[in-house]
């Protein structure tokens, strides 16, 4: 089998990208896909990223493709890779423009799918005013009206983890409360209010949420809405390349990985959100670098009798 490239690299975000140039660097010949598909992409600003913070990811992404040109050994295309199978002693890759690539290596940085809760009026305020990551988006709440939307024993956390960024603070259950005694007062010596009531729709302008209302007519004034929202998978191409997926956190379908991102297909790693507890661009970028520095390494093993894995 006459392997095309040394590694494909599947998604072009934080994590795909960074992989890629520390790939690029180490002169192995790389191909990125990028379906463009990254979940921060509706951001207005990547919160707490040191040298972007609050610029909008898709300027941290085009600077990432920029960075690349550099390095002859890397391709970037635009595309998805809808299919994976292991062959021989690599895999092979059909792209959804019929192309069909070979591969010694793969690294998935696919990024995973955010599943916010279906309310009216949620979309166009998602990734703005109604998120699901408090240090991400706090700032920008920082002395505002806030409420958060959570049920069980997330519910406390996630409404007291709001008390950081403002005084304002009102958990919504939606009809589900699930609050013991215990609960209700920690809450109550926070200062912050329970209300049951069910949520009819999110109303709000040009991204920003001004108040949320519920079934019985009546309407609460806010400026931004912290939900929970589980991670899933964007596609089976994990699952056809060997990697095993597991229950975690955040996701039923998490990429388990081991402490040198391989999964549990050896020669096939990952990084980023697709395998990450708790997912965000910082660890996203420090995840590929260092998946692309293992994939280097197992590459020079193969050809030089480099021991492997390092120590």
């Given at each position: 089998m006459t392997h095309e490239w040394e590694c494909v690299v599947v998604g072009g975000g934080a994590a795909g990208l960074s992989a890629t140039l520390v790939l690029g660097r180490a002169r192995r010949r790389t191909l990125l896909v990028d379906a463009g598909e990254q979940s921060?992409?509706?951001?207005?600003?990547?919160?707490?990223?040191?040298?972007?913070?609050?610029?909008?990811?898709?300027?941290?992404y085009e600077t990432?493709?920029?960075?690349?040109?550099?390095?002859?050994?890397?391709?970037?295309?635009?595309?998805?890779?809808?299919?994976g199978a292991a062959q021989d002693d690599g895999f092979v890759l059909s792209l959804d423009d019929g192309d069909r690539v070979t591969t010694r290596?793969?690294?998935?940085?696919?990024?995973?799918?955010?599943?916010?809760?279906?309310?009216?009026?949620?979309?166009?305020?998602?990734g703005k005013s109604v998120f699901q990551c408090p240090f991400c988006h706090g700032w920008e709440m920082r002395d505002k009206r806030i409420a958060s939307l959570a049920a069980g024993?997330?519910?406390?956390?996630?409404?007291?983890?709001?008390?950081?960024?403002?005084?304002?603070?009102?958990?919504?259950?939606?009809?589900?409360?699930?609050l013991d005694g215990k609960?209700?007062?920690?809450?109550?010596?926070?200062?912050?209010?329970?209300d049951d009531r069910r949520i009819a729709e999110l109303i709000g302008t040009d991204g920003q949420l001004t108040a949320i209302a519920f079934n019985d007519g009546s309407r609460l004034?806010?400026?931004?809405?912290?939900?929970?929202?589980?991670?899933?998978?964007?596609?089976k191409l994990a699952e056809q390349l060997g990697?095993?997926?597991?229950?975690?956190?955040?996701?039923?379908?998490?990429?388990?990985?081991?402490?040198?991102?391989?999964?549990?297909?050896?020669?096939v790693f990952a990084a980023g959100d697709v395998c990450t507890e708790h997912p965000y661009v910082a660890g996203s970028i420090a995840g590929g670098a260092q998946a692309a520095m293992i994939v280097a390494q197992s590459l020079l093993a193969e050809q030089f009798g480099m021991p492997y894995p390092p120590e």
């Open positions: 921060n992409r509706v951001s207005t600003g990547i919160g707490g990223l040191l040298g972007y913070d609050q610029r909008p990811p898709a300027e941290l990432g493709r920029r960075e690349l040109e550099a390095y002859p050994t890397v391709e970037y295309r635009v595309g998805t890779v809808v299919h290596r793969v690294l998935l940085a696919t990024g995973m799918e955010y599943c916010p809760p279906e309310l009216p009026g949620l979309e166009p305020l998602w024993e997330e519910a406390v956390h996630s409404a007291l983890m709001l008390r950081g960024w403002s005084d304002d603070v009102v958990l919504l259950t939606d009809g589900h409360p699930q609960d209700i007062d920690q809450l109550k010596a926070a200062g912050i209010i329970v004034e806010r400026d931004g809405l912290l939900v929970e929202a589980p991670l899933r998978q964007r596609s990697a095993t997926c597991t229950p975690g956190p955040l996701a039923q379908d998490t990429i388990g990985i081991d402490a040198l991102h391989r999964t549990s297909a050896h020669t």
